[in-house]
């Protein structure tokens, strides 16, 4: 879905495009966002105005290399993009990067940095949340690597927007009792025990 932005305009491709492009990359990467959760629930419910790729922190140069044509954009919070330098090592509070082909084409990918100490990547919010690497992803039944939903729902819990509860709506039924419990009790770690997603889940029989 083609949107517009203040920096240009947004025409996203499908996840399976989006990863032909990644397919490369010698390192992991994951589907993330909402098309995650479309994933993890099996069937698309909602538009999206972009696509985002996860890639860890430490592998940031790994995709830069394969895309070595494009333009990389990196959002300094609050609400400012600046070029991403070849060889520039980002600082920690930037997380997302806006790419494009070039400079009169629509942004195409969001990529997404998170951080990983070990094997094990952290949640960037609570580093005292965290998961072993290779537990982080799922694969679709296409072959495309996707963020686990619970890991998307966590992301997604801290400021609920409409399409976040569209998401967690959609995605609750489907969640296993292993995974309603790591999402109830890293939902109340890093957000309260109050939150109301959390009653949710525990609430809710498991998928």
């Known amino acids: 879905m083609r949107t517009e932005t203040p920096w240009g ?7 399976d495009e989006a990863a032909r492009l990644f397919a490369p990359l010698r390192a992991p990467w994951w589907i993330a966002g909402g098309y995650a959760v479309e994933f993890a629930v099996g069937h698309a419910f909602r538009d999206h105005g972009d696509i985002d790729v996860l890639l860890l922190r430490r ?4 995709a830069q290399l394969l895309l070595a044509d494009w333009e990389w954009w990196a959002a300094d919070p609050p609400g400012t993009l600046r070029r991403w330098l070849p060889g520039e090592v980002l600082p920690p ?4 990067i806006w790419c494009r082909p070039g400079p ?3 942004w195409r990918v969001q990529l997404m940095l998170d951080d990983a100490e070990g094997g094990d990547w952290l949640f960037r919010r609570d580093p005292r949340i965290r ?3 290779e537990r982080l992803g799922r694969v679709s039944g296409d072959g495309v690597p996707y963020l686990c939903p619970e890991v998307q729902l966590l992301y ?3 400021s609920p927007r409409p399409k976040d509860e569209q998401d967690f709506a ?4 489907v969640l296993t009792a292993d995974q309603r419990a790591w999402l109830t009790e890293t939902i109340t770690l890093a957000e309260g025990a ?3 997603w959390a009653a949710r889940l525990r609430a809710h029989p498991a998928g």
């Open 156 to 158: 997604k819990a801290g």
């Open 93 to 96: 509070y930037v997380h997302d």
């Open 194 to 196: 109050g939150h109301p």
């Open 170 to 173: 959609q995605a609750l039924p």
């Open 131 to 133: 998961l072993p690497v």
């Open 59 to 62: 592998d940031q140069f790994a």
């Open 9 to 15: 305009p947004w025409d996203p491709p499908p996840p």
């Open 104 to 106: 009169d084409e629509p």
